[in-house]
């Protein structure tokens, strides 16, 4: 699959401002590698700017971790390390500067958490790739999708079949024996972009759908499904609509976990060996 100009031909009198400014909301006390994996993953796919929200009390640890060219926005937490409701004040804040929203990646479950998430939904007006914990918040929610497609009509959810399980209030098997079918569905009844992922991932839309055929066992591994919300959010932030984002996306993780296979073996490979692979991937597809 060859990439589209928009993303390997850049006008050589661009600025970052031009590649976008993603802002991820992200990570907890538990799961502070969730957040700096997709932020990373989104400046390797060509975001041009990278913020990333986090429990403040994680901001001095994870300055340390992060790629130096990401930038950090410490916001307020819950006792239990999670981002709290309070922080909505001040999300809002830089959310009118920026382009693109990655929302979920290790978030936690905690109530507060959960009605951030459900807040933001349903009142940002921001292109939002929105995973993780992020859809367990929604499970129950999924009209607020609804209500706001006017103000929002550019959505992506990243489901695993267990989070597509509980947003659609069905079965696990259910899902893996029709994913095809609960993809579309998610898609066309709530309006959005739609990445279930797993053994040929399926991207879909109330109108197009891809099937990848990259990836391999080894990619099932902790932080995996992070590094794809950075990627995604970085395509939208570069100008593709969010069907090509998901569906470039997808088809390059995948890639890039098998050239990663290569080198690491199956079980071996991490998701940040994903990441290491995301430039040989790009350069397989130019």
């Given amino acids: 699959m060859r990439l589209p100009t928009r993303l390997l031909r850049r006008n050589p009198g661009a600025h970052k401002g031009d590649f976008g400014h993603v802002f991820i909301l992200a990570g907890s006390s538990r799961y502070s590698g969730a957040a700096v994996l997709s932020a ?14 986090i429990p403040k009390s994680l901001n001095n640890a994870v ?7 990401v930038m950090t926005l410490p916001l307020p937490q819950t006792k239990e390390g999670t981002l709290s409701l309070a922080a909505i004040k001040k999300i809002k ?31 940002v007006n921001k292109p939002m790739v929105i995973d993780a914990d992020a859809l367990n918040a929604l499970a129950g929610h999924l009209n607020l999708l609804l209500t706001t497609y006017d103000l929002r009509p550019t959505t992506v959810l990243t489901p695993h079949p267990g989070e597509m399980a509980r947003l659609l209030g069905v079965r696990i098997n259910a899902v893996q024996s029709r994913r095809k079918d609960f993809a579309q569905k998610l898609a066309k009844d709530y309006k959005v972009g739609v990445v279930l992922k797993g053994h040929n991932t399926i991207v879909a839309d109330s109108r197009n759908l891809y099937i990848n055929k990259t990836g391999n066992p080894g990619m099932a591994t902790a932080g995996s499904g992070d590094v794809l919300t950075g990627m995604i959010a970085a395509f939208l932030g570069q100008g593709l609509d969010r069907f090509n984002a998901a569906k470039y996306a997808v088809h390059l993780h995948g890639l ?10 199956e079980i071996s490979l991490i998701a940040s060996d994903i990441i290491d692979k995301i430039p040989e991937a790009i350069k397989k597809c130019s």
């Fill in 40 to 53: 990373e993953a989104a400046m390797r796919c060509g975001a041009g700017l990278v913020t990333l929200g």
């Fill in 63 to 69: 300055i340390k971790i992060k790629p130096k060219e």
């Fill in 93 to 123: 804040g830089l959310i009118k500067n920026i382009d693109i929203v990655g929302i979920g990646p290790g978030l936690g479950q905690d109530k507060s958490t959960q009605k951030l998430v459900r807040k933001l939904v349903s009142t």
């Fill in 256 to 265: 890039a976990g098998d050239l990663a296979k290569k080198e690491k073996t």
